[in-house]
Nanobody, 122 residues
Framework: VQLQASGGGLVQAGGSLRLSCAVS????????IGWFRQAPGKEREAVSC????????YYVDSEKGRFTISRDNAKNTVYLQMNSLKAEDTAVYYC????????????????WGQGTLVTVSS
């Protein structure tokens, strides 16, 4: 199982980025896919999760309305569209996979991608 996250970079505050997570080694249709992030000096936190049925969850109040998670099962890829980015969104973003249901606890996810760095300049 491999998860390849991409799409991070340096962007000015107010800008947008779209992160992608390409999954290989299994069929994405039956899995829950999430995004976590870890900012410098902070603990890893759940950002969003999308279920196998397409239901989405956003765990951080400040991201609601700015972030959109989506999935393309045909491409075995999950996306995180991030708009109106803020300096506090700066972090390494990780995509994760699990069976069952979306969970907020990082320990519930067995498979992690390598992370992609998002830097938002103010």
């Amino acid at each position: 199982v491999q998860l390849q996250a991409s799409g991070g970079g340096l962007v000015q505050a107010g800008g947008s980025l779209r992160l992608s997570c390409a999954v290989s080694g299994f069929i994405l249709d039956y899995y829950q896919i999430g995004w976590f992030r870890q900012a410098p000096g902070k603990e890893r936190e759940a950002v969003s999760c999308i279920s196998s049925s397409g239901s989405s969850i956003y765990y951080v109040d400040s991201e609601k309305g700015r972030f959109t998670i989506s999935r393309d099962n045909a491409k075995n890829t999950v996306y995180l569209q991030m708009n109106s980015l803020k300096a506090e969104d700066t972090a390494v973003y990780y995509c994760v996979v699990r069976t069952g249901v979306c969970m907020r606890d990082a320990g519930e996810y067995m498979y992690w991608g390598q992370g992609t760095l998002v830097t938002v300049s103010s």
